[in-house]
């Protein structure tokens, strides 16, 4: 079993930026890929950025490349995203994800991960 629990997010102007924690318990944390997806209201849940375990692999969803980063501190079991030149369309739910069965491959699909922190709001004023 693996808890995760996001912090980090709020209100910032457009513009502006966040960076979202989501630290893991329950594994060793290096043995699975992390990911990044965020709901909007009345939108399906969408990939943002997923890192595998060892943290050589990274993939950002197009509509966020160059402006968000993930990052991973294994020694602190602990994933990142770090949000700058953020957008009013960026304002969503987002939630890290853990995904048990293949450590070094980072995946998009949601159904791919196997355990869900339960969110925090992003919400970005233009």
């Known amino acids: 079993q693996v808890q995760l629990v996001e912090s980090g997010g709020g209100l910032v102007q457009a513009g502006g930026s966040l960076r979202l924690s989501c630290p893991a318990s329950?594994?060793?944390?290096?043995?699975?890929?992390m990911g990044w997806f965020r709901q909007a209201p009345g939108k399906k849940r969408e990939f943002v950025a997923a890192?595998?375990?060892?943290?050589?692999?990274?993939y950002c969803a197009d509509a966020v490349k160059g402006r968000f980063t993930i990052s991973r501190d294994n020694a602190k079991s602990t994933v990142y995203l770090q949000m700058n030149s953020l957008k009013p369309e960026d304002t969503a739910v987002y939630y890290c994800?853990?995904?048990?069965?293949?450590?070094?491959?980072?995946?998009?699909?949601?159904?791919?991960?196997?355990?869900w922190g339960q969110g925090t709001q992003v919400t970005v004023s233009s």
């Open positions: 890192i595998s375990g060892s943290g050589g692999s990274i």
């Open positions: 329950g594994r060793t944390f290096s043995s699975y890929a």
């Open positions: 994800a853990a995904d048990w069965s293949k450590a070094d491959v980072v995946r998009t699909g949601g159904s791919s991960y196997d355990y």
